[in-house]
């Protein structure tokens, strides 16, 4: 089970290293402004995860396999990436897989380490959504996951699902499958169907 | 004594929340994006201090009632945005609060942690302005924070009395509520009378 | 020998803090902005380092005389930036030399708070460069240091003589000044012949 864990994170982590890096080529970085939002892209929500519970040095630094299937996602992007824009539905299928894991496994995380559900959602929430939001402040503009089709709520609704197992006694795992299949059912429909949330309606400048 | 500080505390955290959703919805962001704004205006600057100190979990994620209450304040914002924009003078004086409030409980938290009080003050000063720069952080401009009249000065200015107050042996609550309301005494009158600060002269371009 | 490091810690805080009182004198930024920006950019990359180690409060904030000697910088450049701007030369090679300091300083700390030489490397190039990212991200823009002529790849080279330094058991000191060393000399090289790294071609927008 655990091996199969190491797997999907892995995975995740290589999908979500392929969108930083198709932005920093379409942003005309270089090679190396390339890496860099390779690695900020799939490793960022795990380590702000990691600062706020508390478990220093974070998961992704401690362990190298991240970073270096991260740089691996930047040089194949650098140097196919009009392969890897035609792999465009695909790697948003993969991204969804990526976004559910990265959810529940944030989520069982802090719940490890002690933090209330409540706090556990958001910190699984914030681990699968993350990384996009770091990927898109370093080429400064807002962040696309506060704006992408139920992107954000599909992670929480992942991470809610594992939080809820454990505060009813739930078995873990199930839970965490559970909670993934939910998070990537519910964004692989809003992508499909164009599903968003509503936007306010502005009041006039005066 | 305890109970005062906490209403204030959460008084502070919905101003500052709405702050962030008010900013949210001109930018045209869904309900979830101004939650997401909401709840980086109101906690950044608590969570950002309280990992630079090393109090993990942060006080947001450790009590629900903070993020709660800045939800709700994103909620509000959201349905009646046309309301909030109307209260716009109230509000700029309830986040003046906010930010006295903030700065002051922010210097005496890094007291008790043992910082010296040249930093004490700089993350009490962080403690109130945090908030106000990762919000305009996340829409990709440049905080007002830094521009607006006197805000991080009366923070600073807050903070400072606190700490100095620590510093001379001087009783710590009456410090708090000295610091507090210099800081927002400065920041008001910097309001009502366009005070702020020099800029410098920039050399012409060759 | 500790105290010529600190020397050479100091005056590389210095030269950082002068790149972002610089830039925020360019961007209008009132005196307080100016020297908020000179912290910034002085003091981040250290800070999230620590941060990320788990040293917690960092030593920028733990010893005064870093931020002390940042806001010299930013009054000085605030006051007279045209003599800043005319010395533009000699500054990005104190930059240099302040980039080469950081990078070998930063991997020694983290090797000495037991973390592997690969993540060791990464969190040295990140004292190196996190200044200068969080200096750009608060006026909203991207980073120059992913993009100047080989800026990351310096601090990586001089990070990575030092952690090979420790795989190989080779004693510390002449590693760091070896380090040092490359580090400053592919960026003086780098900005004297325009060497950059590629950029990836981009394919046609369909």
């Avoid at 890897?84 to 695909?90: A, G």
């Amino acid at each position: 089970m655990s091996f199969l864990l190491l797997v999907f994170d892995l995975l995740g982590t290589f999908v979500f290293a392929l969108s930083g890096a198709t932005l920093a080529v379409r942003q005309r970085l270089d090679l190396f402004g390339v890496l860099v939002l390779s690695c900020a892209a799939a490793v960022s929500g795990g380590i702000a995860r990691d600062v706020l519970i508390g478990a220093q040095p974070p998961a992704a630094l401690a362990d190298w396999r991240y970073l270096a299937v991260a740089m691996l996602a930047g040089v194949a992007t650098f140097y196919w990436s009009a392969v890897i824009e035609r792999l465009r539905n695909p790697v948003q299928l993969f991204d969804a897989a990526g976004l559910a894991l990265f959810a529940v496994l944030g989520t069982s995380k802090a719940l490890a380490f002690g933090l209330s559900p409540f706090a556990a959602t958001l910190l699984g929430m914030m681990s699968g959504i993350g990384g996009g939001i770091a990927r898109d402040l370093l080429v400064a503009r807002t962040p696309v996951v506060l704006q992408a089709e139920l992107y954000a709520v599909a992670a929480l609704l992942g991470s809610g699902v594992v939080a809820l197992a454990h505060v009813t006694g739930l078995p873990q795992y199930p839970a965490m499958a559970a909670g993934a299949l939910a998070c990537f059912g519910l964004r692989y429909m809003a992508i499909r169907h164009g599903w968003h949330l509503p936007v306010a309606r502005v009041p006039e400048e005066p």
